[in-house]
């Protein structure tokens, strides 16, 4: 949608953690490796959060940091000239298994298991059609509706306002969110088929 259009900016704002990172010894793979492990830990934290509220503000923060370090691993990459295939499809594994543990968070802590199947499916179909028109030949897709980085917007904004903001019209935040990640999802995921497939006729 809008946030995947501000790469350029985000990578400005990147250079001191790039540098960082180099200082420090950090390789974009082991980078992957934390944003992922940050993704389980706001899962984790989103499960908590229907016993326990506050709990979705820490996996909000958790899932802005995971968002942040998946810029940084390609962005290092980038600068050490170490970026590879077998870089990237790492990474893309990390980030399809971050997108399971963070919905089923969300929808085990709520026990909404068929929405969040239905939500988990959207965001995976999304991510599938994107890598998929490169497999046909095409350039990776990453237009339609709802990307990744917007995505991980969402789900950190109204995991940060949960625990202030319970229910909207007589519905649970959360409950709307996978709502809207469900529809939006498979929407994106149609979008991009259709692109693809214009591209290819």
């Given at each position: 949608m809008t946030l995947d259009q501000l790469r350029p900016?985000?990578?400005?704002?990147?250079?001191?953690?790039?540098?960082a990172s180099k200082q420090a010894g950090l390789t974009p793979d082991s980078i992957s490796v934390i944003a992922f492990l940050l993704a389980g830990g706001a899962g984790w934290a989103f499960y908590l959060g229907d016993s326990a509220p506050m709990w979705y503000l820490v996996g909000a923060v958790?899932?802005?940091?995971?968002?942040?370090?998946?810029?940084?691993?390609?962005?290092?990459?980038?600068?050490?000239?170490?970026?590879?295939?077998?870089?990237?499809?790492?990474?893309?594994?990390?980030?399809?298994?971050?997108?399971?543990?963070?919905?089923?968070g969300l929808a085990a802590g709520l026990e909404a298991f068929a929405l969040g199947l239905a939500a988990v499916t959207g965001v995976l179909m999304t991510s599938y059609l994107g890598t998929q028109a490169q497999a046909v030949g095409l350039d990776r897709v990453y237009g339609g509706l709802v990307g990744r980085a917007d995505r991980l917007a969402l789900i950190g904004l109204?995991?940060?306002?949960?625990?202030?903001?319970?229910?909207?019209g007589g519905y649970s935040v959360i409950v709307l969110l996978l709502g809207f990640l469900a529809v939006i999802g498979h929407f994106t995921a149609l979008q991009r088929f259709y692109y693809s497939w214009r591209a290819l006729a």
């Open positions: 900016v985000a990578d400005r704002a990147l250079r001191p953690f790039v540098s958790l899932v802005f940091l995971n968002g942040w370090l998946d810029l940084l691993d390609g962005a290092l990459a980038r600068e050490l000239g170490t970026d590879s295939k077998a870089g990237d499809l790492l990474d893309h594994v990390l980030d399809r298994y971050a997108d399971i543990v963070l919905i089923a109204v995991g940060g306002i949960a625990p202030f903001v319970g229910s909207v």
